[in-house]
Each structure stands twice: as structure tokens, then as C-alpha cells.
């Protein structure tokens, strides 16, 4: 059974610009969340979607944004990118005949130069 | 708002000296608690679902328990392969919780041979 996954896996951005990360996740899993984890902070909350709509949404300011599409697949895009955005990007996905259990991908590292 | 502090922040153990790593929680309505490990570059890996106090799991060379306030992860004659950052996380019920976890700050478990 395939996990939750990430791409790009790993990618450097310069200040100012935008990206955009991708996240499959488990076959049957409708929620997909996403965390940003860095050294200082640990795992920290960005949102939650499911059945393509966000159900939750975390404090982060608003260039943090996300959406899911119709086959559960999600993307979060990060706008005008800051040297503070550096940090690993994980993906979960929970649903389906997993039940609560929460699912991780490796994530995506993102360096912002 | 929910908090979730693990102690120690660091352990370092002989390979078959068994020791315990602590979680505290504070959430308005306990969901779930879960346990994750994670390897350094890698995504958190799920280990246990906790959901009620007096309930406890056990995988190989751990086992989780959980209380009202706490969880603890005890580990088991630990071998060098157990060194990895042990992650805890609670999931509040709520209609907005979703599948949103509150992280703690991890213990970074070391296990020489």
C-alpha cells in the first residue's frame, strides 16, 4: 500500500517568490493536512482539507495557502516567500478505512535564499 | 488551547538500559493521543493511537500508556536502531478539530551499543 506523498522532496527558492508543493496521499484517505516543522517552532499546524474544502486552518498569515482537488489530491502554495519560511513541509492524510490514525509523508524541504 | 509537553528533551541510553519518555497534555476533550517516531530528513512515523485513560499499546520494544494528564512511551531493552526523535501529539474533539494535532518538542533519543 503506497503512503502519503510529497514532491518536490527537496527545492531552493529566492525571497520574493512563490511555490507550490504537492502531496498524494494514502488511496481512500479524504483529509489531507499539512505542517510546517522547524527547529525553533517543532510541528506546527497550517490547515486541513477534506472533500475539498478547508475545515481548518491553523495561525499562519494568510500567503500559506492550500486547496485539495476531487481525487484528494492537495497542494499548498507559499506567496512572496521570507528567509523564515525555510523549513520542512509535511503532508498527512487520515480517512478511510485508516480511521483517525494520521499518516505522514517524508515532506518537502524548502530553503529560501 | 491545547498543550502537549514532552520531557526529556534529549536521553541518552546503553543499548539494553529500558527508560521511560513522558508526555503532558492539557485538551479540552481528548480525541486522541498519538505517538510518532521520527528519523532525522524523514517524515514522522506513526507508532500509537491512545483514546482513553487506563489504555496502553505495545509494538516490539515499546509501549504506551495513557492517563488523564499523561502518556508515557517506555522503551524496553532500547537498541541502537531506537535512536530517533519520539514525537507526541493529542487531537482535540471538537466539531472544528478535524484532523489537526497539537504537537509537543519531541525527546531525541540516543542509544549507544
Known amino acids: 500500500k503506497a503512503g502519503v506523498t510529497q514532491t518536490p522532496r527537496y527545492l531552493i527558492k529566492t525571497r520574493g517568490q512563490q511555490v507550490t508543493l504537492s502531496c498524494s496521499p494514502i488511496s481512500g484517505h479524504r483529509s489531507v493536512s499539512w505542517y510546517q516543522q522547524t527547529p525553533g517552532q517543532g510541528l506546527q499546524f497550517l490547515f486541513e482539507?477534506?472533500?475539498?474544502?478547508?475545515?481548518n486552518k491553523g495561525n499562519f498569515p494568510g500567503r500559506f495557502s492550500g486547496r485539495q482537488f476531487s481525487n484528494s489530491r492537495s497542494e499548498m502554495n507559499v506567496s512572496t516567500l521570507e528567509l523564515g519560511d525555510s523549513a520542512l513541509y509535511l503532508c498527512?492524510?487520515?480517512?478511510?478505512?485508516?480511521?483517525?490514525?494520521?499518516?505522514f509523508g517524508e515532506g518537502s524541504w524548502l530553503t529560501v535564499v | 488551547e491545547d498543550q502537549v509537553t514532552q520531557s526529556p528533551e534529549a536521553l541518552r541510553l546503553q543499548e539494553g538500559e529500558s527508560s521511560s519518555l513522558n508526555c503532558s497534555y492539557t485538551v479540552s476533550g481528548l480525541r486522541g493521543l498519538f505517538w510518532y517516531r521520527q528519523d532525522p530528513g524523514k517524515g514522522p512515523e506513526f507508532l500509537f493511537t491512545l483514546y482513553s485513560a487506563g489504555e496502553e499499546k505495545e509494538k516490539e520494544r515499546l509501549k504506551a500508556t495513557l492517563t488523564k494528564k499523561e502518556s508515557f512511551l517506555h522503551i524496553t531493552a532500547p537498541k541502537p536502531e531506537d535512536s530517533a526523535t519520539y514525537l507526541c501529539?493529542?487531537?482535540?474533539?471538537?466539531?472544528?478539530?478535524?484532523?489537526?494535532?497539537?504537537f509537543g518538542e519531541g525527546t531525541q533519543l540516543t542509544v549507544n551499543p
Open positions: 482539507y477534506f472533500s475539498e474544502t478547508q475545515r
Open positions: 498527512a492524510s487520515s480517512g478511510g478505512a485508516s480511521g483517525n490514525t494520521i499518516y
Open positions: 501529539a493529542v487531537q482535540a474533539f471538537d466539531e472544528t478539530s478535524g484532523s489537526r494535532l497539537t
